[in-house]
C-alpha cells in the first residue's frame, strides 16, 4: 500500500493523471492515509452508490493524483471483485487515467490478486528485506516463467544502504539486477 501510493506521487509530480484503487478489499491500509472514507469502491461493486465519480477522492496536495478507496470494508470481497462490473470499473477509469495502480492483497494469502490480473497492463511484486522466507525465490521464479500474472517484475523493498553515495544498489552490487530477476521497471 505503501508503494502504491507512493508510485501514484510520483507519476502525479510529474503532472500524469493518476488514480489508486484500494482493491484490498479487506483491509483498506490504502484507504487509511485518507482517513478511509464511508464509501468507496465495495459500495459500488455491491450497488449501494450509484455514481462512481461520488466515490473518487481528489487529493488536495496533488492536483492530478485521484484515490479510490474500499469504504464499506464487505463480508464477501472475492465476489464483488471477481464481478464483471469490477472491470467494467477497471476499463472505465483506464480511459480517463494515464496511470491506474491497484493495491492488492498479498497474493498467498487469497484469490483477489489472481482475479485482478485479468485487467491490469504490469504486475509488481513487493517483496520485503528480511521478511520474505528466501525458499520462496523458486515461487516466483515459477511465477514469472510460467507468466501466471502479467508483466510481472519484483521490488525489494525495506533495504538498508551501506555506506557511500551508492550504498549496495547497482547492477552488480548487493541487491544486483542479476540472475533469474533481471525484468525490472517499466
Given amino acids: 500500500?505503501?508503494?502504491?501510493?507512493?508510485?501514484?506521487?510520483?507519476?502525479?509530480?510529474k503532472d500524469k493523471k493518476v488514480l489508486v484503487?484500494?482493491?484490498?478489499?479487506?483491509?483498506?491500509?490504502?484507504s487509511a492515509s485518507i482517513n478511509?472514507?464511508?464509501?468507496?469502491?465495495?459500495?459500488?461493486l455491491a450497488r449501494k452508490v450509484d455514481s462512481?465519480?461520488?466515490?473518487?477522492?481528489?487529493?488536495?496536495?496533488?492536483?492530478?493524483l485521484d484515490i479510490l478507496p474500499i469504504g464499506t470494508v464487505p463480508p464477501n470481497p472475492a465476489e464483488l471483485i471477481?464481478?464483471?462490473?469490477?472491470?467494467?470499473?477497471?476499463?472505465?477509469?483506464?480511459?480517463?487515467?494515464?496511470?491506474?495502480?491497484?493495491?492488492?492483497p498479498p497474493i498467498d494469502i487469497?484469490?483477489?490478486?489472481?482475479?485482478i490480473?485479468?485487467?491490469?497492463?504490469?504486475?509488481?511484486?513487493?517483496?520485503?528485506?528480511?521478511l520474505l522466507d528466501k525458499a520462496l525465490l523458486p515461487e516466483l521464479e515459477k511465477l514469472y516463467n510460467n507468466g501466471e500474472y502479467k508483466n510481472i517484475c519484483y521490488v525489494l523493498n525495506g533495504t538498508t544502504s551501506g555506506s557511500g553515495y551508492y550504498g549496495h544498489?547497482?547492477?552488480?552490487?548487493?541487491?544486483?539486477?542479476?540472475?533469474?530477476?533481471?525484468?525490472?521497471?517499466?
Avoid: Q, W
Fill in 110 to 115: 487469497v484469490t483477489d490478486a489472481k482475479i
Fill in 21 to 30: 484503487i484500494d482493491g484490498d478489499l479487506r483491509h483498506g491500509s490504502l
Fill in 82 to 104: 471477481a464481478d464483471p462490473r469490477f472491470g467494467e470499473v477497471v476499463n472505465s477509469l483506464k480511459g480517463r487515467y494515464e496511470f491506474v495502480i491497484i493495491d492488492c
Fill in 169 to 186: 544498489y547497482g547492477y552488480y552490487g548487493h541487491y544486483g539486477y542479476y540472475g533469474h530477476y533481471g525484468h525490472y521497471g517499466y
Fill in 52 to 64: 462512481l465519480d461520488s466515490i473518487i477522492y481528489h487529493s488536495d496536495e496533488y492536483k492530478t
Fill in 36 to 44: 478511509s472514507p464511508e464509501k468507496g469502491l465495495s459500495d459500488y
Fill in 117 to 130: 490480473d485479468e485487467f491490469v497492463d504490469r504486475t509488481v511484486f513487493v517483496l520485503r528485506a528480511g
Fill in 1 to 13: 500500500s505503501f508503494l502504491s501510493l507512493n508510485l501514484g506521487v510520483c507519476f502525479a509530480i
